[in-house]
């Protein structure tokens, strides 16, 4: 099944603690990337990647990073999490050309403490 | 800048009735617009993409439709039911493969 994998579903962190949340897509895409969803504010793109190894800024990239070793996989890294950063994160990938629609990620939702 | 408005922010209708969802958008320059649901604490799920070429896209009770030159973008539900109940979404992919930006949502509560 064609999708977008997201783990883990559920993180509950204290403030400075490093992690990670994983996102891999097994439909070959070239574009992958982050969003945070926020009650008023929607979805605002946080990084992206149109191939590997080629990474930019969203609009609030400010406390994240990103890498893009392999096609698939977009992993998102919280270096030093604060509770500003509370919030449902999505992965989505897309082919590169413009025609196509992006596919979602269920989603993460993260509780900084 | 693109910006992307959603109204109304709620709906609230009986079952059955047919119901129009409004998106706006101010870069008319676009190549593609999607419309997708989002049930509460869940993922996005894609409903339709209809390319900047064309002027609707249908599926089943919905119909997408477009207007470039306006800014604007419609979702019709026809025949509502309660398992329609949901966030919907838009947005629109412009200037770029690479950015897309998203509305706030319509949140529609179908009431049997």
């Known amino acids: 099944e064609a999708q977008v994998t997201q783990n883990p579903r559920y993180l509950i962190t204290v403030t400075g603690k490093k992690l990670t949340v994983t996102c891999s897509q097994n439909m070959n895409h070239e574009y992958m990337s982050w969003y945070r969803q926020d009650p008023g504010l929607g979805l605002r793109q946080i990084y992206y990647?149109?191939?590997?190894?080629?990474?930019d800024k969203g609009d609030v990239p400010e406390g994240y990073k990103v890498s893009r070793k392999e096609k698939r996989n977009f992993p998102l890294i919280l270096e030093s999490p604060s509770p500003n950063q509370t919030s449902l994160y999505f992965c989505a990938s897309s082919f590169g050309q413009p025609g196509y629609g992006y596919t979602f990620g269920s989603g993460t939702r993260l509780t900084v403490v | 800048k693109q910006e992307v408005t959603q109204i109304p922010a709620a709906l609230s209708v009986p079952e059955g009735e047919n119901l129009v969802l409004n998106c706006s958008f101010t870069?008319?320059?676009?190549?593609?617009l999607q419309w997708f649901r989002q049930d509460p604490g869940k993922g996005l799920t894609s409903l339709l993409l209809i390319q900047s070429s064309q002027r609707e896209q249908t599926s089943g009770r919905l119909n997408a439709s477009l207007d470039k030159s306006s800014g604007r973008s419609t979702l019709y539900i026809a025949a509502s039911q309660p398992g329609d109940s949901a966030t919907y979404l838009c947005a629109v992919r412009v200037g770029g493969y690479q950015k897309v930006t998203f509305g706030i949502g319509t949140k529609l509560q179908v009431i049997p």
């Open positions: 870069d008319s320059a676009i190549y593609n």
């Open positions: 990647s149109m191939n590997v190894e080629v990474t």
